[in-house]
Nanobody, 124 residues
Framework: QVHLVESGGGLGQPGGSLRLSCQAS????????MGWFRQAPGKDREFVAV????????YYSESVKGRFTISRDNAENTAYLQMNSLKPEDTAVYYC?????????????????WGQGTQVTVSS
């Protein structure tokens, strides 16, 4: 069992930055892939980024590539999402997720554990 707790959400300005954290506890998660998804009102849950458990390979959705960076600190059992150059379109509830898989990393159904979500609002 893995328990995920997110923090760092809030109000950001267009062009500004926010950093989300996802603290894991319970079963050691070093080998889990860690993903970030987001869901805007009335929209489907959308893949944002993922970092693998092995070799820390990363993938990003086209909409955030070049602006967001996913990372992890295994010693602290924490994953991060650094969000730069924020846009109003980034407004959503952001969810951290963990799973053991080798493919389909952009499919929410393959993840085993989810955080509670944290609201990110980008507005002037």
């Amino acid at each position: 069992q893995v328990h995920l707790v997110e923090s760092g959400g809030g109000l950001g300005q267009p062009g500004g930055s926010l950093r989300l954290s996802c603290q894991a506890s319970g079963t050691p998660y070093r080998n889990y892939a860690m993903g970030w998804f987001r869901q805007a009102p009335g929209k489907d849950r959308e893949f944002v980024a993922v970092i693998s458990g092995n070799y820390e390979v990363t993938y990003y959705s086209e909409s955030v590539k070049g602006r967001f960076t996913i990372s992890r600190d295994n010693a602290e059992n924490t994953a991060y999402l650094q969000m730069n150059s924020l846009k109003p379109e980034d407004t959503a509830v952001y969810y951290c997720a963990a799973g053991l898989f080798n493919r389909r990393f952009d499919d929410a159904t393959v993840y085993n554990y989810w955080g509670q979500g944290t609201q990110v609002t980008v507005s002037s």
